[in-house]
């Protein structure tokens, strides 16, 4: 029997990754004006939310998978909207060989994270790479990656990614960051040369994009979502990413391995059995959206817990 209570405001993390090559400037700029539609979602909800943004360029030293937001990290508030639209617009300076997947990684990584826990006043305090961030010893990207908080990768390039890593690689990196279990509190999403979800290339009035396989298979294999940036609006796509990221847990993962025929779903006190499903290989119960329960409601799931056989020995 595995109870809980479902929440709202749940805490997020967003990093954006940006390319910053020469033909992006319509595009972030088209991200910036859009932004009320994406956090529509946690103003609704509360959300404790975080917003990191950096560039595809992995050639400077200066970008390199660190944070180029304004202030470094951008959370709730009555500047908001305008911190994010400054710091979203990062320039068409970078390099053409975008390794967004590489920057990902790197800024999710030691020694971009690292927190020493060693006080400073100053970076001549700390031992290098570690910088002084917020009176403390460590990576320049310390404080984003929080424990506690869902992860939401958002990619936004007209080209390919061209990291070295293969594909396997950085989709393994970015689901051990919360866990393989864990799979609704991680998602990337692609804002690339894609089609109706497919990557296929598109044309738009600002220019051709390539059609982004590898963030394409990145996205679709953290259930993300995938969006087309010749798309002249970019409102829609970012509410849905919004929506995802900021609105009402449908994952709920049960702590013994479950028989799938014995599992009994109970949403305040009255048992239903339709609305949801049993996915056995993240050993949880996932309701559709239109019945997902609203904040506050108890769910209760019962059910038969598996045996596993011992080997014996020969």
Not at 97 to 116: K, Y
Request: negative net charge; contains cysteine.
């Amino acid at each position: 029997r595995d109870e809980f209570i479902q929440e709202s405001g749940q805490k997020v993390d967003v990093l954006f990754v940006v390319d910053n090559s020469g033909s992006m400037s319509e595009e972030q700029r088209n991200l910036a004006a859009n932004f009320a539609q994406f956090i529509s979602g946690a103003t609704q909800f509360s959300n404790d939310y975080q917003l990191g943004v950096i560039t595809t360029d992995m050639q400077d030293d200066e970008d390199a998978g660190r944070l180029r937001s304004t202030p470094r990290i951008i959370t709730r508030g009555p500047n908001v909207e305008v911190n994010f639209s400054d710091s979203i617009e990062v320039g068409t300076g970078g390099s053409g060989t975008e390794q967004g997947l590489a920057a990902a990684q790197a800024a999710l990584s030691d020694p971009l994270i690292a927190n020493t826990g060693i006080s400073c006043s100053a970076s001549s305090d700390c031992i290098e790479p570690d910088r002084c961030i917020n009176g403390s010893c460590g990576g320049e990207n310390s404080g984003f990656l929080r424990e506690s908080a869902a992860l939401e990768i958002v990619f936004v390039s007209d080209e390919d990614d061209q990291s070295q890593g293969t594909l396997d690689f950085y989709v393994d990196f970015f689901k051990s960051i919360k866990g393989f279990r864990n799979e609704s509190r991680m998602h990337a999403h692609a804002i690339v040369g894609a089609e109706n979800g497919q990557a296929r290339g598109c044309s738009s009035d600002d220019g051709d994009a390539s059609a982004g396989e590898r963030y394409v298979d990145v996205a679709n294999r953290t259930n993300g979502g995938v969006y087309s940036i010749c798309n002249g609006d970019f409102g829609a796509p970012l509410q849905e990413i919004g929506n995802r990221a900021f609105g009402l847990p449908v994952q709920f993962f049960l702590t013994r391995p479950a028989v799938a025929s014995s599992i009994t779903v109970t949403v305040n006190g009255v048992v239903t059995t339709s609305g949801w499903n049993y996915d056995e290989e993240s050993n949880s119960v996932i309701f559709d959206e239109a019945t997902v329960p609203q904040a506050g409601d108890q769910i209760i799931i019962e059910y038969e817990a598996r045996c596993f056989q011992r080997s014996s020995s020969p």
